[in-house]
């Protein structure tokens, strides 16, 4: 492991094209529906929102795709691009689903919803998604909510119907449907469907607050109003949440594609509804993953969740890894074998950390613009990922560029009788900086250290195994070397020795 602050000041200040100018990093805009130069609206910090989970079960491994590429896009935009980040990431604790699967439980919603939120945040966490600056939950912004749908209605884009419910009029919204690239045709008012849950002006019209339902009561869902008692529609509740948390207008809005249309469509017209300023200059959306060539559903069989892969063993950075494999706008098929494939990659990074961090340098007091062939390629590897990231995120040629380096500095190990201390130096923080975007050597790192006990056990068993070598007493050494590799304590040989590392 290595000082990661030192180690990203030493390749900043050593490699020229670090210095980056404002607007480099450049980004598909939905809204747009073209790839642009991505700058904040003011004083370089960056205000992102992205919609989280509803709380009604635990994540599956499609939603963490969307938080995975979301944590690179952070960590890119803090750590390369040098921005500050204000990031917030809701969770949906009122909705149908939530108040159903409550109702069945026989509990109070936020009682029922509380588990799961937890759930969440602890794969989240697993997998090395760096915490959001807040996590606001629906049910403690209803009061703000309220107060949004009253100015909504003040100014003509929402009416209220006899049972106390409350719509937005997406007719009164010329600009309806550019999100998504609809015709405006559709946000023209149409006749009324009579056989609508709630009587509504025209079928497209969305909740904005709804009449409460005797399910509703029996779980605790119902706030008093207005327009009576009732509860938030959930389109709302995002924008609310984030127009409170980041101000009126955010530079980036993330989300899976599914919520392109109409839970982002719907947020742009009752939040531009009330303020008059665009709501989001940059809207970033997930493509969806399939699962081994399918499409992943209940029907089918083949959800799975972080928990699941977690409780088979599967090493947390190999998910993590799997999840990078194809940038953010690709199809990712998340399969066994590619889960294999990841951990291997993964260990072989933390081999390369490990023989950095053991080689011995020679001529400690290199000047630090030293041009050494490891200096060149840390260079050359730190400019490659950069350029990845900046096209649009491109997470695949981003890791490719890693292994590349990682390939080259060991060839130039194996082939060089000594090396300059400065050449190490350079290798390691590029890997350092490398990581602070990719997060996989972090997350590898949990669970593998030893305490000193462990360590002298296996030490002591290292060396009865070596005088059983000496003694050709060839089985009990076998027997030693099985015994440390069911505990994961992997040998190696060598002329110089045997050394020992710990792998998942």
Not at 241 to 270: C, K, R, W, Y
Not at 360 to 376: A, C, H, N, T
Request: hydrophobic letters at 40%; aromatic letters at 8%.
């Amino acid at each position: 492991k290595f000082n990661s602050e030192k180690s990203t000041n030493f390749v900043r200040q050593n490699f020229p094209f670090e210095h980056r100018e404002i607007g480099s990093m450049r980004l598909y805009n939905t809204l747009t529906r073209r790839i642009e130069e991505f700058v904040p609206l003011r004083d370089n910090t960056v205000r992102m929102y992205a919609c989280g989970l509803t709380v009604y079960a635990r994540g599956h491994i499609g939603n963490f795709r969307t938080f995975v590429c979301l944590d690179i896009l952070r960590r890119t935009l803090r750590h390369i691009a040098g921005f500050t980040m204000h990031q917030v990431v809701n969770f949906t604790d009122v909705d149908d689903k939530t108040i159903d699967r409550a109702s069945e439980e026989g509990k109070d919603v936020r009682e029922y919803t509380a588990p799961f939120t937890e759930d969440i945040l602890a794969d989240a966490r697993t997998l090395g998604i760096l915490p959001a600056r807040s996590y606001p939950l629906a049910s403690g912004y209803v009061p703000q909510m309220v107060a949004w749908v009253e100015r909504l209605e003040e100014k003509g884009l929402a009416y209220s119907t006899e049972d106390g419910s409350v719509y937005f009029s997406i007719g009164t919204f010329p600009t309806y449907g550019r999100l998504k690239g609809l015709d405006p045709e559709c946000a023209r008012p149409g006749a009324r469907v009579a056989d609508d849950e709630y009587e509504k002006e025209n079928a497209r019209d969305f909740a904005l607050w709804k009449a409460a339902k005797p399910v509703d009561e029996a779980v605790g869902a119902v706030w008093d109003s207005p327009w009576g008692r009732g509860r938030p529609g959930w389109h709302l509740e995002c924008s609310v949440m984030s127009i409170t948390e980041l101000g009126e207008t955010l530079d980036i809005h993330m989300g899976g594609e599914d919520l392109v249309f109409p839970h982002h469509e719907n947020e742009i017209a009752q939040s531009e509804g009330v303020t008059g300023k665009p709501f989001v200059l940059h809207w970033v959306h997930v493509k969806h993953l399939v699962v081994e060539g399918e499409k992943m559903s209940k029907s089918l069989g083949n959800t799975i969740t972080v928990h699941q892969l977690l409780e088979e063993g599967l090493m947390p950075a190999a998910i993590r890894h799997q999840l990078l494999g194809a940038q953010y706008r690709r199809e990712l098929n998340f399969t066994r074998d590619g889960l294999a494939a990841s951990a291997a990659a993964v260990q072989r990074l933390l081999d390369f950390e490990a023989r950095l961090a053991e080689t011995i340098g020679v001529d400690g007091e290199q000047p630090r613009d030293s041009s050494g062939p490891l200096v060149r390629l840390a260079g050359e590897a730190v400019g490659a990922f950069r350029v990845a990231l900046d096209d649009d995120l491109n997470s695949a040629e981003a890791l490719a560029a890693l292994f590349v380096f990682v390939n080259r500095v060991n060839g130039e190990l194996d082939a060089a009788s000594e090396v300059a201390e400065s050449d190490l130096e350079a290798a390691r923080s590029a890997l350092a900086l490398i990581d602070e975007v990719l997060g996989l050597l972090s997350v590898a790192h949990v669970g593998l250290e030893v305490d000193d006990d462990v360590a002298s056990w296996i030490e002591s068993l290292i060396a009865e195994r070596g005088a059983a070598r000496v003694g050709r007493d060839f089985a009990r050494a076998d027997a030693i070397r099985d015994e440390l590799a069911e505990r994961g304590i992997v040998l190696e040989d060598s002329a110089g020795g045997t050394r020992w590392k710990r792998i998942q």
